[in-house]
């Protein structure tokens, strides 16, 4: 049995480490980025009036659904995101060998929950373009509230979601990011750009993912479901605040730059 675990996983880390993963991964981060950059711009939109349009993941899928081919395209952005979720899955079993005890269970742990965040806009995505509705209906904070404790999970859940736009400003401001660039990448006056698109984009959109956090947070206390929110709520919820408008201007152009970062870390990969 222990030689058949042995063999498993070195499949595994040969796999997680083959050509053929840095492929995936590299179209899907292609896709992600070309969400953020339509997320980016329809938050623009929202910034000067126009409430047409949701600045979320759903709104991004519905735009690009509109455009020429726009169902293939949509189909294409499903398809990346299921190769990251692939990818992350890969390591959340075999990867991270260089970390050890409590390390090692943060890394992939990081990694199982990247996994989920990708398949959850790959999911938008595909319901998109078979013509489903991805949204609607009750928040998914009104069931969890309905459960014993429910009001305290939804509260946990948000202190997580801020949690983690804070590692996101965190990263931005210490540009741990820089590792998943190349050296090439990180070189010369394109790579200074590249590394500008990868601060402001992780401080804004770690910036946008805490008021969601902070959304949800203030709904558990509350219990309230409908003051717990989405990324398009959210950015609702700062046009009411004084100078709103260009801070949403801000974090539309933040989270447009980590569309950009995405894109040249798909062109030069460092896994």
Not at 119 to 124: F, K, L, N, P, S
Not at 161 to 178: C, D, K, L, S
Not at 247 to 254: D, E, Q
């Amino acid at each position: 049995m222990g030689g058949m675990t042995d063999s498993a996983e070195r499949l595994g880390w040969q796999a997680e480490h083959s050509e053929w993963m840095d492929y995936a991964v590299r179209i899907g981060m292609v896709t992600y980025g070309v969400v953020h950059l339509l997320i980016g711009w329809l938050a623009l939109q929202l910034a000067f009036g126009d409430r047409t349009e949701h600045a979320s993941s759903e709104g991004a899928m519905q735009q690009l659904a509109k455009q020429p081919f726009g169902d293939a395209l949509v189909w294409g952005i499903a398809i990346g995101m299921f190769l990251l979720v692939v990818w992350r899955l890969f390591e959340t079993v075999f990867g991270h060998w260089d970390k050890h005890g409590g390390d090692l269970f943060k890394a992939r742990a990081t990694s199982a929950a990247k996994a989920v965040i990708y398949a959850v806009v790959g999911i938008i995505a595909a319901k998109t373009a078979i013509g489903a509705e991805s949204g609607g209906g009750k928040p998914w904070t009104s069931e969890v509230m309905s459960w014993p404790a429910g009001q305290w999970i939804v509260a946990a859940v948000g202190l997580a979601v801020v949690g983690y736009g804070a590692n996101h400003v965190r990263r931005g401001f210490t540009e741990e990011y820089a590792k998943h660039l190349s050296a090439e990448g990180r070189s010369g006056d394109v790579g200074k750009v590249y590394l500008f698109f990868g601060k402001f984009g992780y401080i804004a959109k770690g910036v946008a993912i805490a008021i969601v956090g902070g959304l949800i947070l203030y709904g558990g206390v509350t219990h309230d479901a409908g003051k717990s929110g989405s990324l398009d709520q959210a950015l609702h919820k700062l046009l009411t605040y004084p100078y709103g408008q260009v801070l949403l201007v801000v974090i539309a152009a933040g989270l447009a730059s980590y569309g950009l970062f995405c894109l040249a870390r798909g062109r030069h990969l460092n896994r």
